[in-house]
T-cell receptor, first 109, second 115 residues
Framework: LAKTTQPISMDSYEGQEVNITCSHN???????ITWYQQFPSQGPRFIIQ???TKVTNEVASLFIPADRKSSTLSLPRVSLSDTAVYYC??????????FGAGTRLTVKP | ETGVTQTPRHLVMGMTNKKSLKCEQH?????MYWYKQSAKKPLELMFV???????ENNSVPSRFSPECPNSSHLFLHLHTLQPEDSALYLC??????????????FGQGTRLTVV
């Protein structure tokens, strides 16, 4: 199981773009990269998933370099409501649904 | 509303009690999960079920006993718990053993307090 490393915390201001990077140096060929968001006392919520290059949806973009040893979650124009913990997961199947410590993002006015 | 419903939302139990947590989903998923999240700690994966079969037991103490009677329901039976077992217990579901290229849906959790 690929181990992931993320910054423990990040601060930002409303309207800024936030980039959270996750390192996964021993990612395996069949592994996907998935990001979740969690608010206090709630279950995590899926944000985005990718295998390589770039993926974009209505809430975020995910950038994955060619070597796939890291990935960057990009949140455009954050608001106060984006304050949450963001988790990067790497794995092949659902037995790999393990969450690390995540990155606590605080958005300030 | 994620489609995954957990009951009860809050539970206070004594160390000698027996209680059960319930999770239900009607999303057509065949994989279900139990997680434990203690205060200010990461989520800990406890159990994984695929098509009602347990495929992962993350060294969970036997005082936690899961049951998956069908693909839509998952229970966590609790017996002689300790105060350190107080936590938020989260249930999730996803498509069966899909590669991780599928999203999991989480319930709102049960806030358990052991006194």
């Amino acid at each position: 199981l690929a181990k992931t490393t993320q910054p423990i915390s990040m601060d930002s201001y409303e309207g800024q773009e936030v980039n959270i990077t996750c390192s996964h140096n021993n990612i395996a060929t069949n592994d996907y990269i998935t990001w979740y968001q969690q608010f206090p006392s709630q279950g995590p919520r899926f944000i985005i998933q990718g295998y390589k290059t770039k993926v974009t949806n209505e809430v975020a973009s995910l950038f994955i370099p060619a070597d796939r040893k890291s990935s960057t979650l990009s949140l455009p124009r954050v608001s106060l409501s984006d304050t949450a913990v963001y988790y990067c997961l790497v794995g092949e199947n659902n037995n790999d649904m393990r969450f690390g410590a995540g990155t606590r993002l605080t958005v300030k006015p | 509303e994620t489609g995954v419903t957990q009951t009860p939302r809050h539970l206070v139990m004594g160390m000698t009690n027996k209680k059960s947590l319930k999770c239900e989903q009607h999303l057509g998923h065949n994989a279900m999960y139990w997680y434990k999240q203690s205060a200010k700690k990461p989520l800990e994966l406890m159990f994984v079920y695929n098509f009602k079969e347990q495929t992962e037991n993350n060294s969970v103490p036997s005082r936690f006993s899961p049951e998956c009677p069908n693909s839509s329901h998952l229970f966590l039976h609790l017996h002689t718990l300790q105060p350190e077992d107080s936590a938020l217990y989260l249930c999730a579901s996803s498509l069966r053993q899909a590669a991780l290229n599928t999203e999991a849906f989480f319930g709102q959790g049960t806030r358990l307090t052991v006194v």
